[in-house]
């Protein structure tokens, strides 16, 4: 949070797609950050500098009227690149207040929350479990409730063009149509309670509401919690590396039926198994693309190490973080250094796309976005993983040439996406027969229905429509 913070001062860069907002964007920062030095404790050089250069940026506004796009972001990077460092030295103290303020308010609000499901789940008291359960392998199978779902109130539904609108009690939470046909497809493969779909329209509108309330009120707020590799990234790792299992996605981002959510109560309904850092996988491959949260990437790593450390079946975690290097995150540093490690790329900065986090509901011109910062691919594997889904240079040309923003979409928008990828031959694609089924350390007894989606195989079951 504190970076995500000093990364909006003087003020925050939104996403620009024409010339005005790029001139106004420059000319708002220019504004801001002279403000600020002045209103802050700053040093005379600190001041004089940030004076001289956001004068100098407005002067140049003023008289050059037939400038690019690329030229007004072209100042704004020179401008951030030699004020950004004065106004952030002045702003770190404040900043790093509101985040101790933030963090303990969050525990504050968690702690009163946890004690409220608590006693909801002692009233009445539930049955004790008459015997310890026991940690033993099972098929990996949708998180699904100890207890039976109560009967839910009535959601209304109906559609405006290609929007479904979903209503209760006065709210309304609105999903395109595209995503809401997904969402019934990941129910009907995931969901085992529910056959007539009685409660279904009542389960998407609390999983919708959940990640409405998770991602803010604000546009584009918390979208970036749930950006996602292109598709045709997702493509070229299930062809070539055998990948059908997402680490960090959610019912309304996955491109896989099979992928790990944070919200394993309003999810598993639509296929989660629930946090990653609770998953314990025996094999398969996994792609992983966390949030961009520095102890969240960090915890992720060190599960990584100790599931590849644990097993002898074939494992292999495909990993996407920024390669943020100003300073270099512990995760970077962790995973550079892992004996499991057995590749690195690097992908540059505005070469390379993701999709909206808020691709359930954004337009269909605003669904991907060029990253700003450099994107760092490492493949951490165990040595039947490496033998198994090894990165030799085919496979890894075929994962860059599907990186490469497609020239068939609309233009992206210029901030933090797939591209058509190359045909693969047919020799070197890696067979459904040889890829291994996911299994995972979980305690308890689980339910017999060995469907499909236990396997990590690319069978085309394993994929959800394309939206």
Same mark, same amino acid.
């Given at each position: 949070?504190?970076?995500?913070?000093?990364?909006?001062?003087?003020? =925050?860069?939104?996403?620009?797609?024409?010339?005005?907002?790029?001139?106004?964007?420059?000319?708002? !920062?220019?504004?801001?950050?002279?403000?600020?030095?002045?209103?802050?404790?700053?040093?005379?050089?600190? =001041?004089?500098?940030?004076? /001289?250069?956001?004068?100098?940026?407005?002067?140049?506004?003023?008289?050059?009227?037939?400038?690019?796009?690329?030229?007004?972001?072209?100042?704004?990077?020179?401008?951030?690149?030699?004020?950004?460092?004065? #106004?952030?030295?002045?702003?770190?103290?404040?900043?790093?207040?509101?985040?101790?303020?933030?963090?303990?308010?969050?525990?504050?609000?968690?702690?009163?929350?946890?004690?409220?499901?608590?006693?909801?789940?002692?009233? $009445?008291?539930?049955?004790?479990?008459?015997? $310890?359960?026991?940690?033993?392998?099972?098929?990996?199978?949708?998180?699904?409730?100890?207890?039976?779902?109560? +009967?839910?109130?009535?959601?209304?539904?109906?559609?405006?063009?290609?929007?479904?609108?979903?209503?209760?009690?006065?709210?309304?939470?609105?999903?395109?149509?595209?995503?809401? @046909?997904?969402?019934?497809l990941l129910y009907r493969y995931s969901c085992i309670d529910d056959?007539?779909?009685?409660?279904?329209?009542?389960?998407? /509108?609390?999983?919708?509401?959940?990640?409405? #309330?998770?991602?803010?009120?604000?546009?584009?707020?918390?979208?970036?919690?749930?950006?996602?590799?292109?598709?045709?990234?997702?493509?070229?790792?299930?062809?070539?590396?055998?990948?059908?299992?997402?680490?960090?996605?959610? $019912?309304?981002?996955? !491109?896989?039926?099979?992928?790990?959510?944070? *919200?394993? &109560?309003? &999810?598993?309904?639509?296929?989660?198994?629930?946090?990653?850092?609770?998953?314990?996988?025996?094999?398969?491959?996994?792609?992983?693309?966390?949030?961009?949260?520095?102890?969240?990437?960090?915890?992720?790593v060190m599960h990584f190490e100790d599931l590849l450390g644990r097993?002898?079946? +074939?494992?292999?975690?495909?990993?996407? #973080?920024?390669?943020?290097?100003?300073?270099?995150?512990?995760? %970077?540093?962790?995973?550079?250094?892992?004996?499991?490690?057995?590749?690195?790329?690097?992908?540059?900065?505005?070469?390379?796309? !993701? =999709?909206?986090?808020?691709?359930?509901?954004?337009?269909?011109?605003?669904?991907? !976005?060029?990253?700003?910062?450099?994107?760092?691919?490492?493949? %951490?594997?165990?040595?039947?993983? *490496?033998?198994?889904?090894?990165?030799?240079?085919?496979?890894?040309?075929?994962?860059?040439?599907?990186?490469?923003?497609?020239?068939?979409?609309?233009?992206?928008?210029?901030?933090?996406g797939p591209a058509h990828s190359t045909p693969v031959d047919r020799?070197?694609? +890696?067979?459904?027969?040889?890829?291994?089924?996911?299994?995972?350390?979980? $305690?308890?007894?689980?339910?017999?229905?060995?469907?499909?989606?236990?396997? @990590?195989?690319?069978?085309?079951?394993?994929?959800?429509?394309?939206?």
């Amino acid at each position: 949070m504190f970076r995500e913070v000093m990364n909006d001062i003087p003020i =925050r860069l939104s996403r620009i797609k024409y010339k005005e907002e790029a001139r106004k964007l420059l000319f708002k !920062y220019a504004e801001a950050a002279k403000k600020m030095i002045d209103s802050r404790n700053a040093s005379p050089e600190s =001041r004089k500098v940030v004076k /001289w250069n956001s004068e100098d940026t407005m002067n140049w506004l003023r008289r050059d009227h037939s400038a690019s796009k690329e030229d007004y972001m072209d100042r704004l990077e020179h401008l951030r690149q030699q004020c950004g460092p004065h #106004v952030t030295a002045v702003a770190k103290d404040s900043v790093e207040g509101i985040c101790s303020k933030i963090y303990q308010l969050s525990a504050e609000y968690s702690r009163r929350l946890r004690q409220t499901h608590l006693s909801l789940l002692q009233d $009445p008291p539930t049955e004790a479990c008459a015997s $310890p359960q026991q940690s033993r392998l099972v098929y990996c199978y949708p998180v699904r409730l100890a207890l039976p779902s109560p +009967p839910l109130p009535r959601v209304e539904l109906h559609f405006e063009n290609d929007v479904a609108c979903l209503r209760f009690r006065g709210e309304m939470v609105k999903v395109n149509r595209g995503h809401f @046909s997904k969402l019934e497809l990941l129910y009907r493969y995931s969901c085992i309670d529910d056959p007539r779909f009685e409660k279904f329209l009542s389960r998407v /509108w609390c999983l919708l509401k959940r990640y409405q #309330v998770m991602f803010g009120s604000g546009a584009n707020e918390g979208t970036g919690l749930q950006g996602a590799l292109p598709m045709s990234v997702f493509e070229a790792l299930n062809r070539q590396f055998g990948v059908s299992f997402e680490c960090f996605a959610s $019912p309304l981002n996955c !491109y896989f039926k099979q992928f790990c959510s944070a *919200f394993p &109560d309003t &999810d598993g309904f639509f296929g989660s198994r629930g946090p990653f850092l609770s998953f314990c996988p025996a094999s398969g491959s996994f792609e992983a693309n966390p949030p961009f949260c520095e102890e969240l990437m960090d915890a992720m790593v060190m599960h990584f190490e100790d599931l590849l450390g644990r097993s002898s079946e +074939p494992l292999s975690f495909i990993v996407f #973080v920024p390669e943020w290097r100003d300073p270099v995150t512990p995760a %970077l540093t962790r995973m550079e250094g892992s004996r499991f490690l057995r590749h690195q790329l690097s992908v540059t900065a505005y070469e390379h796309e !993701y =999709r909206s986090g808020s691709q359930h509901i954004c337009k269909r011109d605003e669904m991907y !976005y060029r990253a700003v910062h450099g994107t760092a691919v490492l493949f %951490l594997q165990n040595d039947a993983g *490496f033998a198994k889904w090894a990165p030799t240079p085919e496979r890894l040309a075929e994962l860059m040439a599907a990186y490469r923003p497609s020239t068939s979409r609309p233009a992206s928008l210029s901030s933090p996406g797939p591209a058509h990828s190359t045909p693969v031959d047919r020799d070197s694609a +890696p067979r459904s027969a040889d890829r291994t089924q996911s299994s995972v350390m979980s $305690p308890g007894s689980h339910d017999s229905n060995n469907n499909s989606s236990s396997s @990590s195989g690319s069978s085309p079951q394993d994929k959800v429509a394309a939206v």
